[in-house]
C-alpha cells in the first residue's frame, strides 16, 4: 500500500507562487511534493561519497607506498634471515669446537696425569737406588775405615817388629 502525501497550498500563496522565479516555485513544489529531505538525504550521501572517494584515493596512495617499501622490506628480510641462519651455524660451530676442545685438553690431562705417575714411580725407583747407593757407600766406607785401621796396625806392627830387629841386631 502506498502513502501518498498531499499538501495544502493556501489562496494567497498561489500568488506569490506564480509571481516567484521558476527555481523558487520548484523548490515550493518540491516542499509541497515532500521530495525536499530526500534531495537532502541525497546531497548527503553524495559528500559522503565524495569523502570516501577521497579515502579511498588515500588508501591507494598509502597501499602504493607500501608496495614501493615491500620490496625493500622483503631484502632486509631475507638478509635478517639469513642472519639469523649464519649466527645459529656459528653458534653451532663454536660449540662443536668447545666440545672437541674440552675432549683434547680432556686428552691432554689424561696423559700428563699418566707421565706423572710414570715420573713419580720412577722418582721413587731412583730415590730406592739412591738410598741402596748411599747404604752401599756406608758400607764401603766403614770397610776402607776398617781397612786403613788394619792397615795401620799392620804397619804399625811392621814398625814394632823393625825396632825389635833392630834391637835384637844391635844386640848382636
Known amino acids: 500500500?502506498?502513502?501518498?502525501?498531499?499538501?495544502?497550498?493556501?489562496?494567497?500563496?498561489?500568488d506569490e507562487i506564480l509571481s516567484n522565479k521558476s527555481e523558487d516555485r520548484r523548490n515550493?513544489?518540491?516542499?509541497?511534493?515532500?521530495?525536499?529531505?530526500?534531495?537532502?538525504?541525497?546531497?548527503?550521501?553524495?559528500?559522503?561519497?565524495?569523502?570516501?572517494?577521497?579515502?579511498?584515493?588515500?588508501?591507494?596512495?598509502?597501499?602504493?607506498?607500501?608496495?614501493?617499501?615491500?620490496?625493500?622490506?622483503?631484502?632486509?628480510?631475507?638478509?635478517a634471515k639469513e642472519f639469523l641462519n649464519l649466527r645459529e651455524e656459528l653458534k653451532q660451530i663454536e660449540v662443536g669446537l668447545f666440545i672437541h676442545n674440552i675432549s683434547t685438553y680432556k686428552e691432554n690431562l689424561e696423559k700428563i696425569i699418566e707421565d706423572e705417575k710414570i715420573l713419580n714411580n720412577q722418582n721413587e725407583d731412583e730415590n730406592k737406588n739412591l738410598e741402596k747407593l748411599n747404604y752401599l757407600k756406608q758400607k764401603l766406607k766403614t770397610e776402607i775405615d776398617?781397612?786403613?785401621?788394619?792397615?795401620?796396625d799392620i804397619q804399625n806392627l811392621g814398625t814394632q817388629n823393625i825396632q825389635e830387629k833392630e834391637k835384637l841386631n844391635s844386640r848382636n
Request: aromatic share 4%; no cysteine.
Open 28 to 79: 515550493i513544489f518540491e516542499e509541497a511534493a515532500g521530495i525536499v529531505k530526500y534531495k537532502t538525504r541525497k546531497v548527503e550521501a553524495e559528500k559522503k561519497l565524495e569523502r570516501t572517494k577521497l579515502n579511498l584515493l588515500r588508501i591507494n596512495d598509502v597501499l602504493s607506498e607500501i608496495e614501493q617499501n615491500l620490496e625493500p622490506l622483503k631484502v632486509q628480510a631475507e638478509k
Open 146 to 152: 776398617n781397612i786403613t785401621s788394619e792397615i795401620e
Open 1 to 14: 500500500m502506498e502513502k501518498t502525501g498531499y499538501s495544502i497550498i493556501g489562496q494567497g500563496r498561489i
